[in-house]
């Protein structure tokens, strides 16, 4: 019987439709990223360089052309892709998962999506970590930056800098960044709260596949939401997993991030006021809303099309 039962939980965890959520959501956001990833760019550019002024994601993006090249824009997306399609594989994946084993098919609530996001984000952060400390180094490499104070880097690619950073700065700067992370589970948790719970609201108890349209605008309101209320820690992420920063002395490593983010949150309020905590946040909106409303309409459209191919529409709307 304990066989069995470890068994059966084991194809509950490995099971076929988490797994499909996890393709989808995965393929969805690569795909979404790779279309807006210039307003990426023109996003971390302001968040990690101070001195650069704040103008609209066009401005920045002609600057950085004018400046660094006409690809430029698209530095660094072949680490940010490898890092994104890993991130939404586990986040859409254990999200999944957790509603199918523990709602056993019974509608979800907001509470239950909040904290079923909050689990997944997680999972993610903690697995995931490295890949995008690695990528925002590779992304910001060879930049022109107009703070001086910023040291250049030289990584060849995703494996030479793991062994650099892992080398001069130890293995644990490749999880730099994690405290805020883990803040920043908020982020995707509010994200799929306010999106399933639109997705209800539409249906309105009657399981039924949501137009284009619908997708496109829900996803779109669920992550403008949910960038605004997290942008400023999103900036303290960028920076920290920049590691342009003076380390704290402390020998307590949670006591280290806590007062090296509290400095980082006043010193950027000092200098620029309190919307200097939401410099970039235009950039930002623009590619995050855009990006994530086309990943949630591809995710709904590769996730129906599939459980429809293996006849399983019925149960997949009835789950959600």
């Not at 989808?24 to 307003?39: D, R």
């Not at 550019?45 to 401005?59: G, H, T, Y």
């Not at 001069?168 to 992370?181: C, I, K, M, Q, R």
């Amino acid at each position: 019987n304990k066989q069995a039962a470890e068994v059966t939980m084991a194809f509950e965890v490995f099971s076929y439709e988490s797994l499909v959520h996890a393709v989808s959501g995965a393929v969805g956001s690569v795909t979404a990223m790779t279309v807006f990833f210039p307003l990426d760019t023109a996003r971390l550019r302001l968040q990690v360089d101070d001195n650069r002024e704040a103008k609209s994601s066009l401005a920045i993006l002609a600057e950085i052309i004018s400046e660094e090249g006409l690809l430029a824009p698209y530095r660094g997306w072949f680490p940010v892709i490898c890092s994104l399609c890993c991130s939404n594989f586990v986040y859409f994946y254990c999200f999944n998962y957790f509603k199918a084993s523990w709602l056993k098919g019974k509608q979800s609530t907001s509470a239950n999506d909040l904290i079923f996001g909050i689990a997944a984000g997680v999972i993610n952060v903690l697995a995931t970590t490295p890949l995008w400390v690695v990528n925002t180094r590779l992304k910001l490499q060879g930049s022109n930056f107009r703070n001086l104070d910023i040291h250049p880097t030289n990584y060849a690619g995703i494996l030479d800098a793991f062994v650099q950073i892992t080398r001069d700065e130890g293995v644990g700067a490749l999880w730099n960044g994690t405290f805020p992370s883990l803040l920043l589970v908020l982020n995707p948790a509010i994200q799929f709260m306010i999106y399933e719970g639109l997705k209800r609201q539409l249906r309105r108890g009657v399981p039924r596949e949501l137009s284009s349209l619908e997708v496109f605008m829900i996803g779109a309101v669920a992550k403008a939401v949910a960038t605004t209320v997290t942008y400023p820690l999103q900036t303290i992420q960028s920076i920290l997993r920049f590691g342009q920063f003076n380390r704290s002395t402390e020998k307590s490593r949670l006591l280290s991030t806590l007062r090296t983010i509290k400095c980082l949150l006043s010193s950027r309020a000092r200098k620029y006021g309190m919307l200097g905590l939401f410099k970039g946040l235009e950039a930002k909106l623009l590619q995050t809303v855009l990006t994530a409303a086309l990943m949630f309409l591809l995710y709904e459209k590769i996730a129906s099309c599939t459980f429809k191919v293996m006849g399983l529409s019925n149960s997949h709307y009835k789950k959600r």
